[in-house]
């Protein structure tokens, strides 16, 4: 995974360029109707019911656009909220807090929807071993914020790009030659490069495993597509030689069915690409 600098950095990126795209050269409705330094209060108001998540983000968004802006915070991330709750207070130019609205906003209904999700996949998973991964399936630009989510719902981080681990895929796989001859380039390059990252290999079928494990250095295959009979013996075969995921097409009717298998990880792209956002708004207070 990435180091916390390099997600600080991702997390700086994703403010600024949201700042950018939405303020541009001002924020002339503010900065038309209200005085430079009239101040105000604002508070956070759910009309939803989840996991809240975003609130860490949120103070680092009002940071930025102005360091005076003062957060009282009520309800912290991965807490369960309801309509009506009062998350934060954030007091201080007024000017200033609406120009933090929206991204704060989309932010934080985004990223409550898929801690929300997340929560509802893991309470699945209680009483086994296995525990729920997210997956690339993100919406471009603001990856760092819903695996972020992710962890705040009580999930686990997959890779989080393709710089950070390997993933020999189907198509890797075809193109490379095989199975073997994949696995075998890439611990060369890997050797080559200096690069100490870990390996995943999908595997479409029980045969494929078997090729997996007569191959060293292989930190999870994937398990992709299995039924569950299948997933078992692919469990069996493993053993303890490396950690096992199950993926594809794994949904809220299925999951506890594959976790039952005794794999160590399940993966759901649609703990990102598939939530409605949580209903928040910030309004303006005495």
């Given at each position: 995974m990435i180091s916390k600098v390099q997600f600080e950095k991702e997390l700086d990126l994703i403010i600024k360029n949201a700042i950018r795209e939405d303020i541009g050269d001002g924020d002339h409705t503010s900065l038309s109707c209200i005085p430079k330094n009239a101040k105000g209060k604002a508070k956070l108001l759910v009309k939803d019911e989840g996991i809240i998540a975003g609130v860490a983000f949120a103070k680092q968004v009002f940071q930025y656009v102005d360091a005076d802006l003062k957060v009282e915070t009520f309800i912290q991330d991965?807490?369960?909220v309801k309509f009506g709750d009062v998350v934060f207070h954030v007091s201080g130019k007024s000017q200033s807090i609406l120009m933090a609205e929206r991204l704060v906003l989309n932010a934080m209904q985004r990223m409550s929807a898929i801690a929300t999700k997340t929560k509802f996949f893991a309470n699945l998973l209680e009483g086994t071993k296995t525990k729920v991964l997210d997956t690339?399936?993100?919406t471009p630009g603001i990856r760092a914020l819903?695996?972020?989510?992710?962890?705040?719902?009580?999930?686990?981080n997959h890779r989080f790009a393709l710089y950070?681990?390997?993933m020999i895929k189907d198509n890797h796989i075809d193109f490379a030659g095989g199975i073997t001859a994949a696995i075998?380039?890439?611990?060369k390059y890997l050797e080559q490069k200096n690069?100490?990252?870990k390996i995943i290999v999908e595997a479409r079928s029980l045969d494929e495993i078997k090729e997996i494990l007569s191959n060293k250095g292989v930190y999870r295959i994937l398990i992709d597509n299995f039924n569950?009979?299948?997933?078992?013996?692919a469990v069996a075969l493993i053993g303890n030689t490396c950690l096992t995921e199950s993926s594809g097409g794994i949904n809220e009717k299925t999951i506890r069915n594959y976790a039952e298998c005794g794999v160590d990880y399940i993966s759901s792209g649609a703990l990102t690409h598939s939530v409605y956002n949580m209903d928040?708004?910030?309004?303006a207070i005495d």
């Open positions: 991965g807490e369960a690339r399936k993100t819903e695996k972020w989510a992710v962890k705040i719902g009580g999930g686990e950070d681990m390997v075998t380039k890439t611990k690069l100490d990252i569950y009979e299948d997933t078992k013996k928040l708004s910030l309004k």
